[in-house]
DNA sequence: CGAGTGATTGTATAACATAACGCAATCCGG
DNA sequence: CCGGATTGCGTTATGTTATACAATCACTCG
């Protein structure tokens, strides 16, 4: 049967199919803004940087990303592209999916730094999705042994609706 | 001799000390067990690598796993460690930390396939909890949105109460 | 025995990541 | 505008993590 949400389109963030050339322009233009608030200095390497990724919507692994970098005349060695990719994920820019060694933009900038990802076992696409409620689980559990979080790693692995309908296991 | 301990050690999952020879033994006995009921073939090489995750009792690279393994005799390229890793880790026998790119031995051989670490940034310890609410929490998101999880990573990232009290940030 | 299965090993290479250096652009107080 | 401080960029070199591929060995089952 049909699922129960029809959610918001603009600020769909999970694997349904959306307008792209709507949400690279919306993604850069918020880190743009951000980046003017903040006294940062998004130069045209971190800016090349995040377009790609942006562009690709999905995880890209460093090297991947570098070779798109250096088809456009920047840099070609991995410090260039490791260096943009530390500032993007250091300000919530992008993410750095821990499974994959892999980068991904970030789906809303400024929502939220620490998101926890569903990645697509078969199509590779990831989604973002908010982490606070199981972060807060993982809290108290912390808290009890004394332990205190400064940041939480959530990745879930398994199989998106589009590949699950397209090969049922 | 020492060998009585008071069994606090044996269900000791957190940052606690214990007595470690003893942890060793319990867990070696377990795995063997599983093994032998599950028709698992627990290989000499196997075995010594478990081994010495469970002796260092923390996350190691598969390289500095892989150096103990070749001064023992075994064979020293890096596909007979990993090989070896991949055994333990998807029976469960032991963990890999994406976070580090690094392997633990688990702490509870047949609790929970799937725990969530805590890694403590200041001395590398990595302690063990069951993920389970926290799981249960990213589940409901994922049924959601049609996605369905097979496997999910939790690792916080902080200090360990040791730590926050040798040098308190 | 002989075929099949699965483990072990080794060679080679791929993929991911950082150290260290010097130059250039930018910022900022004077 | 000038000059020093800071930050980013490009490059060389190297370190670290992981897998592809193929040959060999050992055990089991028919």
């Known amino acids: 049967m049909m699922a129960s949400t029809p959610n918001q389109s603009s600020l769909q963030r999970g694997f349904a199919k959306h307008d792209h050339a709507d949400c690279i322009v919306a993604a850069m233009s918020a880190v743009e803004t951000q980046c003017a608030d903040g006294g940062l200095r998004f130069t045209p390497v971190r800016r ?42 250091s300000h919530g820019f992008a993410h750095k999916i821990e499974r994959l060694n892999a980068f991904i933009a970030c789906a809303a900038p400024g929502h939220d730094d ?13 989604a973002e999705t908010p982490s606070a409620p199981a972060r807060e689980e993982l809290g108290r559990v912390a808290e009890a042994s004394g332990f205190v979080i400064e940041r939480t790693v959530i990745e879930a692995e398994g199989v998106c609706p589009g590949c699950a309908e397209a090969a049922p296991e």
Chains 1, 2 share one sequence.
């Open 114 to 126: 620490t998101p926890a990802f569903m990645i697509c076992r078969v199509c590779d696409t990831v």
């Open 48 to 89: 090349a940087v995040l377009e790609i990724l942006l562009r690709e919507h999905r995880a890209m692994g460093a090297y991947a990303v570098l070779e798109d970098l250096s088809a456009q005349g920047f840099g070609s060695q991995p410090p260039v592209v490791y260096r943009a990719l530390d500032f993007l994920v």
